[in-house]
């Protein structure tokens, strides 16, 4: 959806700045700013989570070829894009790594070696990369982003997770205080 967004970002620019010069002229005047501000924030935050994905992706693959197990390639794939996908993304892409252990000779030890692989990775996604490719980009303190994760998590469910840290970095740094 975002990269459909920014293939069309020239033609949405010009529908929405068109809006100045009608009848709720005031209304776009008053809130352009801070809607563009909170685009600019949520921007950030995608970005993060693409770098979030590039190295869940990139470790997942190292762990899956030290399993040597097949179809190296496929199996990053999904787990790259399943990581843009909270909490379900991990076990969508883990469903295919633990099949794909289990049809190997070893079995039932690498299908167990995968879920330790899996557990381990998932680990360090959530409690060392989230925190410090977040609080770097959204220019938050990592133990912020990890309270942020983990109220927004609990209170909002997968929304929560998706726009908790954009979200209260808007407010925090654009609607409370005023920008340098």
């Known amino acids: 959806f975002s990269f459909l967004i920014v293939l069309d970002l020239p033609k949405i620019k010009r529908g929405v700045g068109g809006l100045a010069d009608t009848k709720v002229g005031f ?18 935050a995608l970005e993060a989570q693409l770098f979030i994905a590039i190295v869940n992706t990139i470790l997942t693959a190292i762990g899956i070829w030290m399993l040597d197990l097949d179809n190296i390639l496929v199996l990053s ?3 790259f894009f399943c990581s843009f996908i909270p909490v379900a993304g991990t076990f969508l892409s883990s469903t295919p790594i633990c099949l794909v252990a289990l049809q190997t000779p070893g079995g039932g030890t690498t299908l ?8 381990i990775i998932h680990a360090i996604e959530t409690y060392v990369l989230n925190p410090q490719i977040y609080g770097h980009h959204m220019h938050m303190t ?3 982003v990890l309270i942020v994760l983990t109220v927004g998590g609990k209170l909002f469910g997968v929304w929560g997770l998706l726009l908790g840290i954009p979200v ?13």
């Open 112 to 119: 167990l070696l995968a879920i330790v692989l899996i557990c």
């Open 27 to 44: 209304i776009y005047t008053e809130v352009a700013e801070n809607i563009a501000g909170f685009g600019r924030v949520l921007g950030r």
């Open 142 to 144: 990592p133990v912020v």
């Open 77 to 79: 794939t999904i787990v």
């Open 168 to 180: 209260v970095n808007y407010f925090w740094r654009h609607a409370i205080r005023k920008p340098v």
